[in-house]
């Protein structure tokens, strides 16, 4: 049986630090009014992906989200989950009944934390008590007095509120006001249109970066931008030196380090670590360039198309925009990035553009955009997997 694509997407506190992921996977089709004891089967084995061993791949240490159907619900499928793990999140489409009710009362009180949206909070109470811990408001298109109402008329006690499609920060910062508890959408991957000034910090790692890009560095002209950093020729020592590495031989110097394992290798790792640098946005964006690096140049890999090292850059530098708070036309301005990197990145041209894209809707979500090449749909959702486990270890070894 095939398993259902799934990506996840950020869910945020206010100081734009992780909270949670929320899960996102590819909906099966009823072929009937009700679902058949296959149907049934199918739905408990997609459940099985969340299991609290699984789990660690798609989120690591983290909490997750995962939506539930009602009959899973009702079919008792939830218990295979973690409580401690998991957040079940019931969609706005579940027809509420007391059958539906009834077993949700009883998986909030057996200790699973439920999240609801705005339309269904009235209707899910058991015995007097509101089973929902979490309330979902979508702000798309809210002004401030819609907003306002509508967190006074769902505000309870012990529950929280979800800002839900929060895609710019104008949209957070007004959330921010209001004071939810929590926040979801695409705002930080998008340039943020009301920042006036760029930190100290962000021009020159972004300098660094540029430097970092140029095709036609030498081996020398590479080691004198990293070494001119102290910073960055320190943690790609010990980075290029750790056990995540596990070279056969340590590296002394960053002249050693480009002789022992080439220039573009040396070149992708101190942009990694540029990147982690800019310190003055979320860090989860970083991670998504990670990711998104990671899975293009699997993609590469997979359907024979090269240089892979150029996949990989289109991937970490699709966050571009977001980092500089700028349309990507300017953003790549200053980077001295080839011509078929720049038509990726602006739009989406060409196989590098592809790939780009294939990463994008499957990030998002937008299943029946996810391909690339003639790759099947089971190797793209590995990649993607993969990739989620590649940028956390590598985040954990560029921390260190």
Request: some cysteine.
């Amino acid at each position: 049986m095939k398993k259902p694509h799934v990506s996840r997407k950020p869910i945020y506190k206010s100081n734009v630090r992780l909270r949670a992921y929320a899960l996102v996977s590819q909906p099966r089709e009823h072929r009937g009014p009700l679902p058949t004891a296959g149907e049934l089967d199918t739905l408990r084995d997609d459940l099985g992906t969340f299991t609290e061993d699984r789990l660690d791949q798609i989120v690591g240490d983290h909490q997750a989200f995962v939506s539930v159907s009602r009959e899973a619900v009702i079919a008792g499928h939830c218990l295979s989950l973690s409580k401690r793990r998991v957040v079940l999140e019931v969609l706005d489409d579940i027809v509420s009944d007391t059958a539906f009710t009834d077993a949700l009362l009883e998986l909030s009180r057996m200790g699973f934390k439920i999240a609801v949206g705005s339309t269904m909070l009235e209707s899910l109470n058991g015995n007097g008590r509101s089973i929902a811990d979490i309330v979902r408001i979508n702000v798309l298109d809210l002004n401030d007095d819609e907003l306002a109402k509508q967190v006074d008329r769902l505000s309870r006690p012990n529950i929280q509120l979800l800002a839900d499609h929060v895609d710019t920060y104008k949209q957070f910062e007004l959330c921010q006001q209001h004071n939810f508890d929590m926040y979801r959408g695409n705002f930080f991957c998008t340039p943020n249109g009301e920042a006036t000034i760029i930190s100290v910090s962000r021009l020159g790692a972004l300098r660094v970066l540029a430097n970092l890009q140029n095709p036609d560095v030498s081996s020398n002209e590479l080691e004198a931008t990293i070494s001119a950093d102290v910073t960055l020729s320190y943690k790609l020592l010990r980075f290029a030196n750790s056990a995540f590495m596990g070279l056969d031989r340590p590296m002394k110097s960053i002249n050693h380090a480009v002789k022992m394992v080439g220039i573009e290798r040396i070149r992708v790792w101190a942009s990694l670590l540029m990147f982690c640098k800019m310190e003055d946005k979320p860090p989860e964006l970083m991670t998504t360039a990670i990711v998104r690096a990671a899975m293009c140049e699997r993609l590469a890999s997979s359907a024979d198309e090269g240089p892979r090292e150029t996949f990989f850059t289109v991937g970490l530098l699709s966050v571009l925009d977001a980092l500089m708070d700028c349309p990507m036309e300017e953003a790549l301005g200053d980077i001295p990035v080839s011509s078929e990197i720049k038509s990726a990145l602006i739009r989406s041209e060409g196989s590098l553009g592809d790939a780009l894209q294939c990463v994008l809707a499957y990030e998002r979500g937008e299943w029946d955009q996810v391909r690339y090449k003639d790759l099947p749909p089971m190797t793209i959702r590995s990649h993607y997997l993969d990739s989620l486990g590649w940028a956390r270890r590598i985040s954990e070894g560029l921390n260190m």
